[in-house]
């Protein structure tokens, strides 16, 4: 995904040649070299200020919402982490690195209703898809501990990626 120059980087899973693996070694990899990427790269970097987090289940619009913000004119101190974030223990050693390391962690919580995740992995090729259980667990697991400040954000942004003119208000594109 090509950056435009006033944002530094999107790191996302996604993007590792592992990341749709059979093999759960595999897969565990791909969210590694994101936290690797993160630790010895973003965090030290600085000229990177703040880091947004997008929070919500597969299927949510995580990866479309990151293609738009890229297109958004960010100050070159704006970091995109792209994954589900579900895992709360996880999530907190997440901000709790992005804090330690004097940067703003912002959480964007997508707020899709679950039967519309449900509906747009029903429309992924393999092995993109997840499955109806996989998105019912991990919004069963962030409605039941969603992000807050307590954990540590500096901010926290609820966003309906269904409506485009909610996008346009918040983050200033058409």
Same mark, same amino acid.
């Given at each position: 995904?090509?950056?435009?120059?006033?944002?530094?980087?999107?790191?996302?899973?996604?993007?590792?040649?592992?990341?749709?693996?059979?093999?759960?070694?595999?897969?565990?990899?791909?969210?590694?070299?994101?936290?690797?990427?993160?630790?010895?790269?973003?965090?030290?970097? $600085?000229?990177?200020?703040?880091?947004?987090?997008?929070?919500? $289940?597969?299927?949510?619009?995580?990866?479309?919402?990151?293609?738009?913000?890229?297109?958004?004119?960010?100050?070159?101190?704006?970091?995109?982490?792209?994954?589900?974030?579900?895992?709360?223990?996880?999530?907190?050693?997440?901000?709790?690195?992005?804090?330690?390391?004097?940067?703003?962690?912002?959480?964007?919580?997508?707020?899709?209703?679950?039967?519309?995740?449900?509906?747009?992995?029903?429309?992924?090729?393999?092995?993109?898809?997840?499955?109806?259980?996989?998105?019912?667990?991990?919004?069963?697991?962030?409605?039941?501990?969603?992000?807050?400040?307590?954990?540590?954000?500096?901010?926290?942004?609820?966003?309906?990626?269904?409506?485009?003119?909610?996008?346009?208000?918040?983050?200033?594109?058409?």
């Amino acid at each position: 995904m090509a950056l435009p120059p006033t944002l530094s980087r999107i790191l996302c899973p996604d993007e590792h040649p592992d990341r749709w693996s059979p093999d759960p070694t595999k897969r565990a990899e791909a969210f590694a070299s994101v936290a690797r990427a993160l630790r010895d790269e973003v965090l030290v970097d $600085p000229a990177v200020r703040r880091v947004l987090v997008l929070v919500g $289940p597969p299927g949510a619009g995580k990866s479309t919402t990151a293609a738009e913000l890229a297109r958004v004119q960010w100050d070159a101190g704006t970091v995109l982490v792209d994954a589900c974030h579900a895992d709360q223990p996880m999530r907190i050693s997440l901000v709790k690195r992005i804090r330690a390391a004097g940067k703003q962690a912002v959480a964007v919580v997508m707020q899709t209703p679950t039967t519309e995740c449900v509906r747009r992995d029903s429309l992924r090729q393999p092995p993109r898809c997840v499955g109806q259980r996989v998105i019912e667990q991990k919004a069963a697991e962030l409605r039941r501990f969603p992000p807050t400040r307590a954990e540590g954000w500096t901010s926290i942004v609820t966003l309906d990626p269904t409506v485009r003119e909610e996008l346009g208000a918040r983050w200033g594109w058409p």
